[in-house]
């Protein structure tokens, strides 16, 4: 006996009840491009199927700027785990025995997963 849940997209039926739900939208706004009158400002929005191919083209091109972004704003897999010699969570300035923004009260910074600081 089985006692996992069952979700809604757990069933291939239900995934191509909605497959088949985005299609006859899709269809139905093609359709519409024929019927409904828009009040275009340019005469390129006359084209058939000026507008899907518009949000197309955005679309790839805010993937290809993203992956460019991507160049000078990735950081490493361990960005924020690192130990440099250059922290400076330690701030000389502090009094001994003042608790410090991620340390502990002699200054040395917690290093294990769930240690917790409680001021009393």
């Known amino acids: 006996m089985n006692n996992e849940k069952q979700y809604f997209f757990d069933q291939p039926k239900n995934v191509k009840r909605i497959l088949y739900l985005l299609y006859a939208c899709c269809a139905l706004l093609v359709a519409l491009e024929f019927v409904i009158h828009r009040h275009v400002y340019h005469s390129w929005e006359n084209l058939i199927g000026f507008y899907p191919i518009y949000g197309f083209v955005g679309c790839v091109i805010l993937v290809l700027i993203a992956r460019w972004m991507r160049t000078f704003l990735m950081r490493s897999e361990d960005y924020y785990d690192r130990n440099d010699d250059n922290d400076h969570?330690?701030?000389?300035?502090?009094?001994?025995?003042?608790?410090?923004?991620?340390?502990?009260?002699?200054?040395?910074?917690?290093?294990?997963?769930?240690?917790?600081?409680v001021d009393a």
């Not at 502090?94 to 923004?101: L, V």
């Open 89 to 117: 969570d330690n701030h000389s300035e502090d009094a001994p025995g003042q608790h410090t923004r991620g340390g502990g009260a002699d200054g040395t910074a917690n290093k294990n997963i769930g240690d917790h600081n």
